[in-house]
């Protein structure tokens, strides 16, 4: 399999481990980042003699002679093009029509992971011939290391007033998702969230705020850098729990839904300490939703 080394990971691990090729050669840039996460990538691969390979990143026909050079006279090849810049890809799919290779696209939308199978007409056009959804291919190791490598600590639950709010969201969870981790902390200790969850190959983070933070902007700048392209980037989705319900009108509510960061207000818990059975639902259900059904259920 070929895939195309790019800041996200997440398109070029799962298919890898859902189709568990022979060997596996991971194609990046002179870009240090492109190399770091091809790095990261190999480390999850390992059973899959990753090879790491430079290549081009914007000459779309040396590519693709680099690419079919790398392979002559290999035919049994899939060919990733999700990753990489836009020339890599175009580069990948040129070169999987000349040598007769098997090229495909993954998406990941609506709580589930597709992959988009191409054929060539007979001018060379890429038509999708078919579209198969693949699932629980992934842990949440598997995600967290091919993106930050050995860069990040779990730290468990906070201190503080906080500290109780999130160890009864981690209880209303935990039976619903298929894992979840407390304390996520990058190693620069500039980012850091309360929960990374997974759902089947879907990924979210979550960050939990109570009493006066939750009426502030707090958890939606953490949310923004640690869902930014540098860190869990665009794969990964992004939840605010807070202990308050804000006002249809709320800049902060405005922000959050601009930034596509999901809020779910649990008011019950200021009131009465617990997450009412309600909200409990409210919280599974947004999640849920978001991620799609576990697969331990």
Not at 179 to 194: P, T, Y
Not at 207 to 214: L, N
Not at 268 to 280: D, M, N, P
Request: net charge neutral.
């Amino acid at each position: 399999m070929i895939l195309l080394g790019g800041e996200q990971t997440a398109p070029n691990l799962l298919p890898a481990r859902y189709f568990k090729p022979e060997r596996v050669y991971i194609l990046h840039t002179d870009f240090w980042k492109s190399k770091q996460m091809a790095e990261r990538l190999s480390l999850r691969l390992v059973g899959m003699y990753p090879e790491l390979v430079p290549i081009d990143a914007y000459d779309p026909g040396k590519i693709t002679e680099q690419i079919r050079s790398l392979l002559h006279g290999v035919s049994d090849i899939l060919v990733n093009i999700t990753g990489g810049t836009k020339p890599m890809s175009l580069g990948a799919l040129e070169a999987a029509r000349q040598a007769g290779w098997q090229p495909f696209y993954v998406k990941s939308q609506g709580g589930k992971t597709d992959l988009d199978f191409y054929s060539f007409s007979q001018i060379g056009t890429p038509l999708i011939k078919e579209s198969i959804t693949i699932s629980d291919t992934i842990t949440l190791e598997d995600y967290l290391v091919a993106y930050f490598g050995t860069e990040f600590q779990i730290t468990g639950f906070g201190i503080g007033a906080g500290k109780t709010f999130e160890q009864t969201i981690y209880e209303t969870l935990e039976p619903s998702v298929d894992e979840i981790a407390v304390g996520w902390k990058h190693a620069s200790g500039a980012v850091d969230v309360d929960f990374v969850v997974r759902c089947n190959n879907q990924v979210g983070i979550i960050e939990a705020k109570t009493g006066g933070k939750a009426r502030t902007t707090e958890g939606i700048k953490q949310l923004a850098i640690a869902g930014g392209q540098r860190f869990f980037g665009t794969y990964t989705r992004r939840f605010l729990v807070i202990d308050q319900t804000w006002s249809e009108t709320s800049n902060n509510r405005a922000l959050a839904e601009a930034i596509d960061i999901a809020l779910i207000e649990l008011p019950s818990y200021a009131t009465s300490g617990k997450i009412s059975t309600l909200e409990k639902g409210k919280l599974v259900g947004a999640v849920q939703k978001a991620l799609g059904r576990p697969v331990k259920e």
